[in-house]
């Protein structure tokens, strides 16, 4: 059975450029969520799905993020101008049920300059 | 140690010495409680989980022990190797009308050769 998978795994754009990361969840996992983790610090919470519905999206840090999940399928996260602050990984993590284990994919690695 | 900044905390440990990782959690109502491995370059990876009606939950060369006293989790790792060293992460899962899982900074483990 096939992972979380993010695309790309790395990308490096200019500052106010836009960048778009895709994450494909685990087959049949209605919970997918994106995290964040900058500069070696804790993983954050960015925003989390249930099917295409968002349930939660407290920890988007403004509105240069979009996030989307149309279908309930794949999700896309979009940074629209991207920011030297945005640089880091950004993981997407995805579960059956929500409250147990979320399974993590190998992030997008994301520079800004 | 204290995490400041860029710096995660850091264990070294001997090989073929056991480790112990400690955590610290926030929220006296988490009920859910995971281990993550992240390795360089790569995503988290899931080692173990304990629920909150259990104070101790033993798998493949690691156990994790909870607290809720005092709110601590701690994860043991027996016979430590050279594979095992990267960042281990404790996420709890708090439920406030969604399942919202939080991560620590995080815990860089050496292991010497």
């Known amino acids: 059975e096939a992972g979380v998978t993010q695309f790309p795994s790395h990308s490096v754009i200019e500052k106010g450029q836009t960048v778009t990361l895709r994450c494909d969840p685990i087959s049949g996992h209605d919970n997918l969520y994106w995290y964040r983790r900058v500069m070696g610090k804790e993983i954050k919470f960015l925003l989390h799905?249930?099917?295409?519905?968002?349930?939660?999206e407290s920890g988007m840090p403004n509105n240069r993020f979009l996030a989307e999940r149309t279908g309930g399928t794949y999700s896309t996260l979009k940074v629209q101008p991207a920011e030297l602050e945005d640089s880091g990984v950004y993981f997407c993590a995805s579960s059956q049920n929500s409250g147990n284990t979320i399974y993590f994919g190998e992030g997008s690695w994301l520079t800004v300059v | 140690g204290e995490s400041v900044g860029l710096h995660l905390p850091t264990l070294s440990v001997q090989e073929g010495d056991n480790s112990i990782i400690n955590c610290a959690y926030s929220?006296?109502?988490?009920?859910?409680f995971i281990w993550y491995k992240q390795e360089s370059g790569k995503g988290p990876q899931f080692i173990i989980d304990i629920r909150s009606n259990m104070d101790k939950r033993q798998g493949q060369r690691v156990t994790v022990l909870l607290n809720k006293t005092v709110k601590h989790l701690s994860l043991q790792i027996a016979a430590t190797q050279p594979g095992d060293s990267a960042v281990y992460f404790c996420?709890?899962?708090?439920?406030?009308?969604?399942?919202?899982?939080?991560f620590g900074t995080g815990t860089r483990l050496k292991v010497l050769a």
């Open positions: 799905f249930v099917k295409e519905s968002k349930q939660d």
């Open positions: 929220n006296s109502a988490s009920d859910y």
């Open positions: 996420a709890e899962t708090v439920h406030s009308g969604t399942y919202k899982y939080i």
